[in-house]
């Protein structure tokens, strides 16, 4: 079998998958296959293990990717194909339209904007500066007495230049943030939003709301959803901060966190085969700057074992 994906027993076995579900496997390519499954055990167990993904839903969404890269379509009846078709067809252009609003949203309202793997340092009027973060968007608003900058999306650092008359504020999802001159990370995520200072001090409050609003000082974060503003906490990891030096830094984490660190960083998707090693303690540095190649760095430092079926697609384990 002809395929682009590299030699090794894992891919095979998975280019192998891929091919079997197509609509166009011949007897040649069947034979083939079973030749090459009574060739050792470790195919044998290699196809197995591929199968018992196949009920994953982003494991099948990572071979849909593979199958288009080799020009092969899933198995399919003609009617069940035109029903199936029209229903995605559908399905796609809702969610589409639901990404893109807001993806129009952020680059409609956006001054600055950051791209999957890109760190970005912006110099403000005022002498401030803010970092955007992988794949982040902010819109600034620095006339009049008040400072504003809305965090439209991702992950930003601000270095703040004191200004007693003129506060500097930070609008998330979820909260708001004040300040007069100190350097402070704020993340919007997809569950909440999360401040975190390096030096100084903050007052975090819930979006509209300044009657008790949370102080933080340097080494404290706080985390603030749609129903509550948390406690402060303190900053036990560096792996949070880190990226504003260009690194990820890790000591005693676990290999799943350092992995959700690096998902933002690229495109595409990492599936854990092994569970039992997303609770490996790791200590380390990674370079933001080579983005594309933390995962390969992390293969080669720990020799765990990674498997890619596609640029998009990584499995470790």
Same mark, same amino acid.
């Given at each position: 079998m002809e395929s682009d994906l590299d030699n090794t027993v894992d891919e %095979?076995?998975?280019?192998?998958?891929?091919?079997? +579900?197509?609509?166009?496997?011949?007897?040649?390519? =069947?034979?083939?296959f079973v030749q090459w499954l009574e060739q050792s055990d470790a195919h044998r167990k290699a196809f197995d293990e591929i199968s018992a993904l196949w009920g994953d839903a982003d494991?099948?969404?990572g071979l849909t990717a593979s199958a288009q890269k080799h020009g092969i379509a899933p198995r399919s009846d003609k009617k +069940?194909?035109?029903?199936?078709?029209?229903s995605l067809a559908l399905a796609a252009c809702l969610v589409l339209t639901l990404a893109f609003s807001g %993806?129009?949203?952020?680059?409609?309202?956006?001054?600055?904007t950051s791209a999957v793997g890109e760190r970005k340092s912006? +110099?403000?009027? #005022?002498?401030? !500066?803010?970092?955007?973060? !992988?794949?982040?968007?902010?819109?600034?608003?620095?006339d009049g007495t008040q400072r504003w900058v809305e965090l439209l999306k991702g992950e930003a650092y601000f270095d703040v230049k004191p200004d007693p008359d003129r506060p500097f504020i930070v609008k998330a999802d979820h909260s708001t943030t004040r300040v007069l001159g100190t350097h402070f990370i704020v993340d919007r995520r997809s569950d909440g939003d999360e401040i975190k200072v390096l030096s100084g001090r903050v007052e975090v409050s819930e979006n509209g709301h300044w009657k008790e609003p949370v102080v933080l000082h340097a080494g404290q974060a706080v985390s603030v959803n749609s129903?509550?503003?948390?406690?402060?906490? /303190?900053?036990?990891?560096?792996?949070? !901060?880190?990226?504003? #030096?260009?690194?990820?830094v890790f000591e005693n984490e676990t290999l799943e966190s350092v992995v959700n660190q690096i998902r933002r960083y690229r495109s595409g998707m990492i599936l854990f085969k092994d569970d039992s090693l997303r609770a490996m303690k790791i200590?380390? +540095?990674?370079?933001?700057? =080579?983005s594309g190649d933390m995962l /390969?760095?992390? %293969?080669?430092?720990?020799?765990?074992k990674m498997t890619y079926l596609t640029d998009w697609l990584v499995i470790v384990g």
């Open positions: %095979q076995a998975a280019a192998w998958f891929i091919r079997l +579900r197509a609509a166009n496997v011949s007897r040649q390519d =069947e034979a083939s494991f099948l969404k +069940r194909f035109i029903r199936s078709t029209m %993806q129009f949203r952020v680059l409609i309202n956006a001054d600055y912006v +110099r403000l009027e #005022d002498g401030s !500066t803010v970092m955007l973060n !992988t794949d982040s968007a902010v819109a600034l608003s620095l129903t509550a503003l948390g406690q402060p906490e /303190k900053l036990d990891s560096a792996l949070s !901060t880190s990226w504003v #030096d260009g690194f990820l200590n380390g +540095r990674l370079s933001i700057r =080579e /390969k760095v992390l %293969q080669k430092t720990l020799a765990v």
